[in-house]
């Protein structure tokens, strides 16, 4: 396999420019052996070919090529495992997405939308319907223009507001290198207190304030609509679906 051809062919079909483009130099750093970069670059090309039909929409693919590179920083138990890993934190970050987008209010329907298209649908069929789901999302200019600036302005907050942020942004970083799985939830709860503790530290707030117990909670939402999802697909794409419970 030529590998830089393989390199630009992706770089193509998600439209990411040269200067944005570091998959290269990220696989690199994950991946040491030549066969693994082979397999893992194989399956990256598999799993974005399933979007074919959504590839001109290029907030779409923005958003599937940081499914990428998020999912490179796991490191799975196989490096054969690595493809149904990546589509599973995908669907996870598309509806996220999603239930950002609806701001919430149509969190259920998410939910048994998908709930329903994973008892019925093999893998494509699945993309093709939450792909068609997020459609519009992606074509709402609105939306795209809020999310620019959320990235390229700087906004002032008051003190804790600030604080608020940067610990939900440390936690959604640290859930992101974490091998979520339904089987070691509790060790995760643990982790993520643990984590969450040891970075509210570096402020002088009491971890009994009510600030706190709430910005715990929210936190604890964050592994929640992990945990959700994931329980929606561990046995996926196997055609059994009995979800495992979360406790």
């Not at 799975?76 to 997405?97: A, T, W």
């Not at 074509?139 to 610990?167: H, P, R």
Request: net charge negative.
């Amino acid at each position: 396999m030529n590998l830089s051809s393989v390199y630009d062919e992706i770089k193509q079909f998600l439209s990411i420019s040269d200067a944005n483009f570091n998959l290269k130099q990220n696989i690199d750093n994950y991946f040491s052996s030549d066969k693994n970069k082979v397999e893992i670059i194989s399956d990256i090309l598999n799993f974005i070919n399933r979007f074919s039909m959504f590839k001109d929409i290029k907030p779409f693919m923005n958003s599937l090529y940081r499914c990428i590179n998020n999912t490179l920083e796991i490191r799975p138990d196989s490096i054969f495992d690595f493809e149904e890993l990546l589509i599973k934190n995908s669907i996870m970050h598309f509806i996220q997405e999603y239930v950002n987008y609806t701001k919430l209010t149509l969190k259920d329907q998410v939910f048994n939308f998908l709930t329903d298209s994973l008892e019925r649908l093999e893998t494509q069929p699945l993309i093709i319907n939450l792909g068609l789901l997020l459609k519009p999302m992606y074509q709402d200019q609105a939306y795209l223009d809020s999310l620019n600036k959320t990235q390229e302005v700087e906004v002032k907050y008051d003190s804790f507001n600030e604080i608020d942020i940067q610990i939900k942004n440390h936690i959604d970083n640290w859930l992101k290198k974490q091998d979520i799985s339904l089987n070691n939830q509790e060790v995760l709860k643990k982790g993520l207190f643990y984590e969450f503790n040891k970075f509210v530290s570096n402020y002088n707030i009491s971890l009994e304030s009510e600030k706190i117990k709430i910005l715990k909670m929210e936190i604890m939402e964050m592994l929640s609509m992990k945990l959700t999802m994931l329980s929606l697909i561990e046995h996926f794409p196997d055609d059994s679906f009995e979800p495992i419970s979360i406790k």
